[in-house]
């Protein structure tokens, strides 16, 4: 029998890495995980959804202290104002944390680190940096990069990527925002609550592509509310820049008069893509999708004996907590055991204010597999809500009309994305909308809209 250096090998230690590298080593077998950035935790923990997410609570507590929204809870600060380097230092510090906390971790589970670039030999053997290693089981979890947009060069200074902009260091006064996708949205606010005028450039004619049609115009209505301007149905034909400005060049979709628009920062966030540059993925004889994703079945299994993939590398979602679940499912897997991800049930949460989530199917795609019973709840009749004066949003849960079994629950409130869960929950366990009307919820709480939606499927909601 062959010997070799590991028993598991995986490549990029992301939210699907590191989780695939601990739950391997917990289950006894010898793992390396080779990783190249300087610090643990991939995309997420860096460069992703922490750091956004430390801009997203630090810049409304900003606005709530500036802009008077605190004085009709009887709360009056005045002279508010912004220390961005704080701010920055603060994000950076969580980053920190939890990046340590990664590395903590794989010393506790006796994960060996490492450090380096990862590149297939063969499909047993990898070098990392000068290193050349073997494993009878290898993950890809190398994640994904930004999309770039085809003649607009980054340069991180005027013209950013989701990296750049997590890092400006003042506050622009016009940022551009090009693609009304989860990043647009989550940095657009960000800066828009700093004070620069936000506007967001979409391709189509909606805002947040995949979302339920209702809560893509619901959500649109309350970004134009909050002060973001948004071109739908616009497509951008140029970025230059001059100094410290860029001329954004955009025009109408289906063709139409140009215009263009100055901006001292511009975001380029049309999406993301698998990450494979440099692994000689060649060498190990591993097969992409059309899309470029390493292709897999179900078990995360590539077409070569022994490699694996998971994550934003591999088809699906890109979303951290998707990468997490495959993580322990691939390494239950390697290990002999069956590890399973539903990927009909993984929620999605834009962390703007309000918070956007979602699980399952949106009412369109429902509608397109059978009849359908939808039930809806706004906030605006919720009691928590209406003492926290936080009523904008509503509950939507779609039924099938003949089984009750929920197909999908959309969510716009202040806590849609811890709500989200337990939509998920009752739906992996193959809840009905009643069994949601049934079950008790404390009051006064923002859950109870789940509750009420859910009785509003049986057209019997209590409180509307
Ligand atoms: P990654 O996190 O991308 O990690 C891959 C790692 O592999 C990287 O560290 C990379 O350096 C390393 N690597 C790549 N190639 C090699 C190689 N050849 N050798 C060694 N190492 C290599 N998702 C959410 O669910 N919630 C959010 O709030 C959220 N916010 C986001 C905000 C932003 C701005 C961005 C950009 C993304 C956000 N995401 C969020 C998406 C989330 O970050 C990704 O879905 C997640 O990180 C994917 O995990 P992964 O393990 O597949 O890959
Ligand atoms: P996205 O796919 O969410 O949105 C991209 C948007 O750009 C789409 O609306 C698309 O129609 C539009 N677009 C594409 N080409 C365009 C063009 N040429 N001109 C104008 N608009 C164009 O991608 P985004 O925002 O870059 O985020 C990438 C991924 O990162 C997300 O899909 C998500 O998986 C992940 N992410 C998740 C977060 C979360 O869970 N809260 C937060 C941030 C990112």
Redesign the pocket.
């Known amino acids: 029998m062959a010997e070799y250096d590991y028993d598991v090998l995986v490549i990029g230690a992301g939210p699907g890495g590191y989780v695939a590298a601990i739950r391997a080593a917990q289950l006894g077998l010898k793992t390396a995980c080779a990783e190249s950035r300087e610090t643990l935790g991939g995309t997420c923990l860096n460069v992703?959804?922490i750091p956004?997410k430390a801009l997203l609570h630090a810049s409304e507590l900003f606005e709530e202290a500036s802009h008077g929204a605190l004085a009709k809870f009887g709360v009056e600060i005045e002279g508010a104002k912004l220390n961005l380097d704080q701010m920055h230092a603060e994000k950076a510090k969580a980053v920190g944390e939890l990046t340590g906390g990664i590395e903590y971790l794989f010393k506790k589970n006796k994960v060996t680190w490492l450090k380096g670039k990862a590149a297939f030999q063969d499909s047993s053997t990898v070098t990392v940096g000068d290193q050349t290693v073997t494993a009878r089981d290898i993950v890809i979890a190398t994640g994904?990069v930004?999309?770039p947009?085809p003649g607009v060069e980054i340069d991180q200074k005027v013209v950013v990527d989701?990296t750049g902009a997590l890092a400006l260091p003042k506050v622009p006064e016009h940022l551009v925002v090009?693609?009304?996708?989860?990043?647009?949205?989550?940095l657009g606010s960000v800066w828009r609550r700093l004070g620069a005028k936000v506007t967001v450039?979409?391709?189509?004619d909606q805002?947040?592509?995949?979302f339920d049609g209702e809560v893509r115009k619901e959500s649109a209505k309350l970004f134009k509310k909050q002060g973001m301007e948004l071109k739908t149905s616009?497509?951008?034909t140029g970025v230059t820049v001059e100094g410290d400005r860029a001329t954004v060049s955009v025009e109408p979709a289906a063709g139409g008069a140009a215009e263009t628009l100055s901006a001292d920062a511009v975001l380029v966030?049309?999406?993301?893509k698998p990450n494979i540059d440099g692994l000689n993925l060649e060498a190990a004889g591993v097969k992409l999708t059309d899309r470029g994703q390493v292709a897999i079945d179900h078990d995360f299994a590539t077409n070569v004996d022994g490699i694996w993939a998971i994550g934003?590398v591999a088809p699906g979602?890109?979303?951290?907590h998707k990468a997490e679940d495959e993580g322990v499912a691939v390494a239950e897997n390697i290990a002999g055991q069956t590890g399973i991800v539903n990927h009909d049930v993984i929620p999605?949460?834009?962390?703007t204010m309000p918070e956007i989530a979602g699980v399952g199917l949106s009412e369109e795609a429902a509608k397109e597999k059978g009849e359908v019973k939808v039930g809806k709840f706004p906030f605006m009749a919720n009691s928590r809500a209406k003492t926290n004066r936080d009523t904008d949003g509503f509950v939507k849960v779609i039924a099938d009309a003949k089984t009750d079994r929920v197909l999908g629950v959309w969510i716009i409130s202040s806590l849609a994305g811890t709500m989200i869960a337990q939509a998920a929950q009752a739906m992996e366990f193959g809840a009905t909308s009643e069994d949601i009307a049934y079950t008790c919820h404390a009051h006064p709480t923002h859950a109870e809209a789940l509750k009420e939606a859910a009785m509003a499927v049986q057209g019997k909601p209590i409180h509307i």
Request: some cysteine.
């Open positions: 992703g959804c956004s994904s930004v999309t947009l989701s090009i693609g009304g996708g989860v990043i647009g949205l989550e450039v979409e391709y189509l805002i947040l592509p995949g616009t497509k951008v966030a049309i999406g993301r934003d979602l890109m979303l951290a999605s949460v834009v962390y």
